[in-house]
């Protein structure tokens, strides 16, 4: 969806630096929890099938059984696909100019969001936990002067490396801003 080179409101000698996205292991994570409640049902037909004979012997309950697990499974790849679809399309986008943050909330509902990278005040970047600390996955919070006072990139690989990159980034752009004046400057 998303080019390195290419991304949505792209401006004139603008160029994407860092594409992010959060680390697969979050994903994995769902994928793993999606697994066990897909079991739910079979560890169900198990437990009532050592209590009773043969409890899909009876059409009514057969057909009643057939008809709930229908609608737990689709319901289970529903949620599913609302979780891959919130992971895939939760994206930043760091360029020479700007930071664009790209959230899925929903199905169906998107927030873009952006902030030129001279009104950066303050960048943090967390790491908590063993596995985020081991998988190097963690936070990274930039503060602004803008209208959205934070972002926050959550759970990135490389928080360390991409706040380093932010802030080198910042300084660039804070000194190509010192060097045109405001006369140089081009208004459309």
Partial sequence: MFNIFNFPGKEEGE?????????????????????????????????FSALFNNPLENEIIKAMAILL?????LTIW??????????YLDIWIV?????????????????????KLDKIQDITSEVHGII?????????????????QRFIFKQVRHPNQIRKKIIALGKQEKKFEGIMGDEDKVVI
Wanted: net charge positive; no cysteine.
């Fill in 78 to 87: 529903l949620l599913f696909f609302t979780s891959f679809v919130d992971y």
């Fill in 95 to 115: 360029s020479n100019r700007r930071i664009i943050n790209i959230e899925q909330r929903a199905l169906f509902s998107r927030v873009i969001s952006e902030q």
């Fill in 15 to 47: 160029k994407a630096i860092l594409v992010l996205r959060r680390h697969w292991l979050i994903f994995f994570k769902q994928i793993l929890f999606f697994v066990f409640a897909s079991a739910v049902p079979v560890i169900f037909y198990v437990f």
């Fill in 132 to 148: 985020p600390t081991v998988f190097d996955y963690g936070d990274v919070h930039v503060q602004t002067a803008g209208a959205q």
């Fill in 69 to 73: 697990t229908s609608i737990y499974y």
